[in-house]
């Protein structure tokens, strides 16, 4: 299967992937309006992908069959102030 993958032009490293370009069929409307308008990535052989960058490929591939679609949102930011005030025994 040929996926295609776009980027969100409103939330910073959030990428959908659909199983075929421009078939937005199987996304939510209302994740489509916070979505934005999407921008295509890549076309991406996700079968003969063993990883990805950031997602889980099996998590991708599961979502792909059972809802058509996967998003991949950006990791959550690490509060290093923080950290570094748990570490020393600061709160």
């Known amino acids: 299967m040929i996926c295609a993958v776009y980027k969100s032009l409103r939330k910073?490293?959030?990428y959908l992937f659909i199983k075929q370009k421009e078939k937005f069929d199987d996304v939510p409307a209302s994740l489509?309006?916070?979505?934005?308008?999407?921008?295509?990535?890549?076309?991406?052989p996700i079968e003969k992908r063993d990883h990805l960058g950031f997602a889980d490929i099996n998590k991708v591939k599961a979502?792909?069959?059972?809802?058509?679609?996967?998003?991949?949102?950006?990791p959550p930011q690490?509060?290093?102030?923080?950290?570094h005030q748990q570490s020393?025994?600061?709160s």
């Open 12 to 14: 910073a490293d959030t």
């Open 78 to 83: 690490i509060n290093l102030l923080k950290e």
């Open 32 to 44: 489509m309006e916070v979505f934005g308008t999407p921008k295509l990535v890549m076309l991406l």
């Open 63 to 74: 979502a792909l069959a059972e809802q058509g679609f996967y998003l991949q949102l950006p």
């Open 88 to 90: 020393n025994g600061v």
